[in-house]
């Protein structure tokens, strides 16, 4: 079992930044990925970013260049730093665990965290 429990959203001006944590417990040594999804109000849970334990990543194209994803191995932490926010990146961000893979498709992942709400304003 492993629990991700995410941290640090909260309300931010469109083009602002904000930093989210992943603090996973349990046993983490089995993860094979880490990544991040997002949900928006009326829409479909999205891929936005993931880590793989070798320490590649990818992001969904809405993101990239704005958000980045890091870890810290000691803590068992991973990061979602997301910069030049808008409006449209209003939603629950979820952290996954994948203990085979990494990809778009929330099938993907093995362990959830709970959410944490982001929202940013005009």
């Known amino acids: 079992q492993v629990q991700p429990k995410e941290s640090g959203g909260g309300l931010v001006q469109a083009g602002g930044s904000l930093m989210l944590s992943c603090a996973a417990s349990?046993?983490?040594?089995?993860?094979?990925?880490m990544a991040w999804f997002r949900r928006a109000p009326g829409k479909e849970r999205e891929f936005v970013g993931g880590?793989?334990?070798?320490?590649?990543?990818y992001y969904a194209d809405s993101v990239k260049g704005r958000f980045t994803i890091s870890r810290d191995n000691a803590k068992n932490t991973v990061y979602l730093q997301m910069n030049s926010l808008k409006p449209e990146d209003t939603a629950v961000y979820y952290c996954?665990?994948?203990?085979?893979?990494?990809?778009?498709?929330?099938?993907?992942?093995?362990?959830w965290g709970q959410g944490t709400q982001v929202t940013v304003s005009t």
């Open positions: 996954a665990a994948g203990l085979y893979g990494l990809g778009y498709s929330t099938t993907v992942y093995d362990y």
């Open positions: 880590m793989r334990s070798g320490g590649s990543t």
């Open positions: 349990g046993r983490t040594t089995i993860v094979y990925a």
